[in-house]
T-cell receptor, first 114, second 114 residues
Framework: QQQVKQSPQSLIVQKGGIPIINCAYENTAFDYFPWYQQFPGKGPALLIAIRPDVSEKKEGRFTISFNKSAKQFSLHIMDSQPGDSATYFCAASKGSSNTGKLIFGQGTTLQVKP | ETGVTQSPTHLIKTRGQQVTLRCSSQSGHNTVSWYQQALGQGPQFIFQYYREEENGRGNFPPRFSGLQFPNYSSELNVNALELDDSALYLC?????????????FGPGTRLTVL
């Protein structure tokens, strides 16, 4: 049973555009929502994370928007650059649990054209 | 601060064989989680090790087993390899003292089963 649904599967934007990647979750016990960036042949790298007590978090050009009632969260990349071309994964976990097992979405492949 | 390292980088095995993958956790981290990432998919949680014991397991059969050593490094063992075991195996380390268990991934081991 897939507990985190991510869309779109792929995305192409021009340099300077604002790609938006969306995720929806089912388990209301989730309380930690990180985003990871993965380049080909590399492991996922933690980008930014949010907890449900805030509706938005910004770190540099990356912003997470969180809608607890809709059980949805999204990643916005401001002023996107060709170097942002990668696969992005949302994830969710019970952050306060003793394992913090991450449930990942299916991933979004982003291409930023020069 | 040393990041998460994994060895080997790539591995080719035949069906029915056994394999051992290794992971060294990031400095200051005492918890290791293992994930399987099939091509084009998000990582899936296999299990976690804390204080040298299994501390949570995903939906993987018993032929997937692991160890954690006193220096917090870890091994993933897979017996009776099947073709579907071909994947990128990722190790992630975390500090259990971190409230929301931020997990930092290594570069992975690419396993091919022929």
């Amino acid at each position: 049973q897939q507990q985190v649904k991510q869309s779109p599967q792929s995305l192409i934007v021009q340099k300077g555009g604002i790609p938006i990647i969306n995720c929806a979750y089912e388990n209301t016990a989730f309380d930690y929502f990180p985003w990871y960036q993965q380049f080909p042949g590399k492991g996922p790298a933690l980008l930014i994370a949010i907890r449900p007590d805030v509706s938005e978090k910004k770190e540099g050009r990356f912003t997470i928007s969180f809608n607890k009632s809709a059980k949805q969260f999204s990643l916005h990349i401001m002023d996107s650059q060709p170097g942002d071309s990668a696969t992005y994964f949302c994830a969710a976990s019970k952050g306060s649990s003793n394992t913090g097992k991450l449930i990942f979405g299916q991933g979004t492949t982003l291409q930023v054209k020069p | 601060e040393t990041g998460v390292t994994q060895s080997p980088t790539h591995l080719i095995k035949t069906r029915g064989q056994q394999v051992t993958l290794r992971c060294s956790s990031q400095s200051g981290h005492n918890t290791v989680s293992w994930y399987q990432q099939a091509l084009g998919q998000g990582p899936q949680f296999i299990f976690q090790y804390y204080r040298e014991e299994e501390n949570g397991r995903g939906n993987f059969p018993p032929r997937f087993s692991g160890l954690q050593f006193p220096n917090y490094s870890s091994e993933l063992n897979v017996n009776a390899l099947e073709l579907d075991d071909s994947a990128l195996y990722l190790c992630a380390s975390s500090r259990t003292s971190a409230v929301y268990n931020e997990q930092f991934f290594g570069p992975g081991t690419r396993l091919t089963v022929l």
